[in-house]
């Protein structure tokens, strides 16, 4: 497949799409990921648009309108003149006499429906009639590749991947596209002719994420808080109104996922079940169990084990960079017609804010620390700790590897070559104290730093057995 020269990274998710390309058998396909993540971008890419057949979805359009559009796009691929169907069933039989006259150029009769989620309006029946077209004819067509798509992470969850019914098992493969990794965003920029430091590449992730239309908001020829300003602060601007317009088209019912990372934007390490129903307000039951698995699904929580804890223990905390950085700054400070970020750059808050986002950012990039570390071989484990008696300490990154080493990462967010202090020795010295008091690990512990630009000599530096740099977490994965 010839791919588009706008096409940035997917690696993996090329890969399973070549494969699908190359496949002898029907493949049903779902794309799923969070809003503005460039699911469609990526298949239309990929395909250059050549379909036997390609229907989008209406935002909030009933039964009657979404018929409508399907008859639109069935008139626009097919040679015949089809009428509006009345139902979803005779809908998808009239997509099946349209497939059956067409020879795709491909060797593939490609099928993509976009936002299938907003197609499934209440009452429709949509469901029951995808389910009798894929089995009782499509998957009968070794040429057929039906794809579909949707932000909406749950419903395609629930309805598709977890399908109880006649699409139990049926999905052939799944593709789930992450945001991008910072090595990602460099390439995405650099192919948008945006020059920017490794350093303000950094800072942009650690605002926004790796999401790509986030980053194609940036315009040439402008800092990086300009941007930001003319992103999130100004009144009418780009991204204004995003936070609600990402959380309401990924979950139904989005007030209560709001109100959960609101609460865990607070606890930097997070919060277990127990504290985050208190801190909501909620009961412990299927509906708040299903809020906490789609915000994992999601990845913008994580459901982690401190070391040594059971699983009773386990903590949520909140990981996505951009709903942290609305809690923080959008949502406390708001619109206007003046510049804000820019005044922000230099101050002890922007400090204290960047040096917390850096520890998520080295979270989310812990496979480029191991690569780095020279351990993508060995297999690890990922912890944080939090723990003692007499005396409290907190670990964020523990990486623990099937070598007999315990990595305890430090994280430090510097403008040049990071100068440790005795004070700053002395703490991680404490730290690592009272983790070997409390835990008693069998495994050698290997401070290491994870920093900027790397650190410089002087007489306390010898505490790291490594440096980690920009440079190692610019890494592809």
Not at 365 to 390: A, M, R
Request: hydrophobic share 35%; charged share 30%; with cysteine.
């Amino acid at each position: 497949m010839e791919l588009s020269d706008t096409l940035v990274g997917r690696r993996q998710q090329i890969e399973t799409l070549d494969s699908i390309m190359e496949s002898r058998e029907a493949e049903f396909v779902v794309v799923y990921g969070r809003r503005r993540v460039g699911k469609t971008f990526l298949v239309n890419a990929y395909f250059n648009d050549d379909y036997a057949f390609k229907l989008t979805g209406l935002a909030q359009k009933g039964k009657s309108d979404q018929l409508a559009n399907f008859k639109i796009s069935l008139n626009r691929y097919g040679e015949d003149k089809y009428s509006k169907p009345r139902s979803w069933l005779e809908a998808f039989e009239q997509l099946r006499t349209l497939l059956e006259k067409k020879k795709a150029s491909t060797g593939k009769r490609v099928i993509f429906i976009d936002e299938l989620p907003w197609i499934d309006t209440r009452g429709s029946k949509l469901i029951t009639a995808l389910e009798h077209f894929w089995n009782d004819w499509a998957c009968t067509q070794p040429d057929i590749v039906l794809i579909v798509c949707g932000s909406a992470t749950s419903w395609i969850t629930k309805k598709i991947l977890k399908n109880r019914g006649g699409l139990h098992n049926r999905v052939t493969q799944k593709i789930y596209l992450n945001p991008f990794s910072l090595a990602e965003c460099k390439e995405y920029l650099e192919s948008r002719g945006i020059v920017m430091d490794d350093k303000s590449i950094t800072e942009c992730y650690m605002i926004m994420g790796g999401i790509p239309y986030y980053l194609k908001q940036i315009k040439k020829g402008k800092s990086l808080a300009q941007n930001v300003d003319e992103m999130f602060f100004l009144d009418k601007g780009s991204l204004d109104g995003e936070f609600d317009a990402l959380y309401s088209s990924l979950f139904t019912q989005s007030e209560g996922y709001i109100k959960v990372v609101e609460a865990l934007s607070s606890k930097k390490k997070g919060l277990t079940r127990g504290e985050l129903l208190e801190a909501v307000k909620a009961n412990s039951n299927g509906h708040f169990s299903t809020i906490m698995k789609n915000l994992v699904d999601c990845e913008f929580v994580r459901c982690y084990k401190g070391y040594g804890k059971t699983s009773k223990m386990s903590l949520y905390q909140l990981i996505d960079p951009f709903t942290l950085f609305y809690f923080k700054y959008i949502k406390k400070y708001g619109t206007s017609d003046k510049p804000f970020w820019q005044y922000q750059t230099d101050t002890r808050t922007h400090d204290t804010w960047a040096g917390l986002a850096f520890e998520q950012l080295c979270l989310n990039h812990h496979l480029q620390i191991e690569k780095g570390l020279g351990i993508s071989g060995i297999t690890t484990k990922v912890f944080s700790w939090t723990g003692g008696t007499d005396e409290k300490a907190q670990i964020d990154l523990l990486i623990k590897r099937k070598d007999g080493i315990l990595n305890v990462c430090e994280m430090k967010y510097y403008d040049g070559e990071y100068a440790m202090g005795k004070k700053e020795k002395d703490e991680i010295e404490r730290r690592v104290r009272i983790f070997k008091e409390v835990n008693n690990p069998k495994e050698a512990i290997h401070p290491v730093l994870v920093t900027t630009y790397g650190l410089r000599s002087n007489e306390y530096s010898n505490i790291f057995q490594r440096i980690i740099t920009l440079k190692d977490l610019f890494q592809q994965r």
